[in-house]
C-alpha cells in the first residue's frame, strides 16, 4: 500500500485512519447556560419574571382568567430562566382559537414588546445571545396555548 489515501479510495480501513478524539461540550454548554441565566436575571429578567407571575395571579382570581393566568405563569417560568430551554409548539383546535383570542387581547404587544427588547440586544455582539431568547419569548407571548417549555 503506498499510502493512507489508498485505503480510503478503495473503502476499505487501514491502519493509517484518523482518530479524533470525542469532545464532550456538555459541562461548558451548562456552564454558558448559567451564566447566561444569571445574567439574564441581574439585568431584567427577574422583574419582568415577577411582572408575568403578578399579572398570572391577577388573572387567576377569576374562573374565567385561570386560562390566561397559566399562561402568565408559564412566560414567567421562561423568563426566569430562558438559556437552556426551548419551546415546543402543538395543542389543537381548542388552543389554536384560544391563541386568536389572546393576540387580539395582549399577545400582539407583549410580543412587540420582546421584539423591541430583542432587537436592542442585538445592536452589539454580546448582547445578540440575549436578542435569541428575546426573540424566542416574543413568539411565546404571541402564541402561548399549547406550547410546553422543555428542557435542552
Same mark, same amino acid.
Given at each position: 500500500?503506498?499510502?493512507?489515501?489508498?485505503?480510503?479510495?478503495?473503502?476499505?480501513?487501514?491502519?493509517?485512519?484518523?482518530?479524533?478524539?470525542?469532545?464532550?461540550?456538555?459541562?461548558?454548554?451548562?456552564?454558558?447556560?448559567?451564566?447566561?441565566?444569571?445574567?439574564?436575571?441581574?439585568?431584567?429578567? %427577574?422583574?419582568?419574571?415577577?411582572?408575568?407571575?403578578?399579572?398570572?395571579?391577577? %388573572?387567576? *382570581?377569576?374562573?374565567?382568567?385561570?386560562?390566561?393566568?397559566? #399562561?402568565?405563569?408559564?412566560?414567567?417560568?421562561?423568563?426566569?430562566?430562558?438559556?437552556?430551554?426551548?419551546?415546543?409548539?402543538?395543542?389543537?383546535?381548542?388552543?389554536?382559537?384560544?391563541? *386568536?383570542?389572546?393576540?387580539?387581547?395582549?399577545?400582539?404587544?407583549?410580543?412587540?414588546?420582546?421584539?423591541?427588547?430583542?432587537?436592542?440586544?442585538?445592536?452589539? *455582539?454580546?448582547?445578540?445571545?440575549?436578542?435569541? #431568547?428575546?426573540?424566542?419569548?416574543?413568539?411565546?407571548?404571541?402564541?402561548?396555548?399549547?406550547? #410546553?417549555? #422543555?428542557?435542552?
Amino acid at each position: 500500500m503506498e499510502s493512507s489515501a489508498a485505503g480510503w479510495e478503495n473503502g476499505t480501513t487501514t491502519a493509517y485512519e484518523i482518530h479524533t478524539p470525542m469532545i464532550h461540550t456538555s459541562e461548558n454548554e451548562e456552564n454558558m447556560r448559567l451564566i447566561g441565566n444569571i445574567l439574564w436575571l441581574v439585568l431584567g429578567g %427577574l422583574a419582568i419574571a415577577f411582572g408575568w407571575a403578578v399579572i398570572g395571579l391577577a %388573572l387567576c *382570581i377569576t374562573i374565567v382568567g385561570i386560562p390566561l393566568g397559566v #399562561q402568565a405563569f408559564k412566560m414567567a417560568g421562561l423568563t426566569l430562566t430562558p438559556f437552556g430551554k426551548t419551546v415546543r409548539y402543538g395543542g389543537g383546535f381548542g388552543s389554536t382559537l384560544a391563541n *386568536i383570542i389572546w393576540v387580539v387581547l395582549a399577545g400582539i404587544w407583549m410580543a412587540l414588546g420582546y421584539v423591541a427588547a430583542g432587537l436592542a440586544n442585538c445592536v452589539t *455582539i454580546i448582547g445578540i445571545p440575549f436578542g435569541i #431568547q428575546s426573540f424566542k419569548m416574543a413568539k411565546l407571548a404571541l402564541w402561548p396555548f399549547g406550547a #410546553q417549555i #422543555q428542557d435542552l
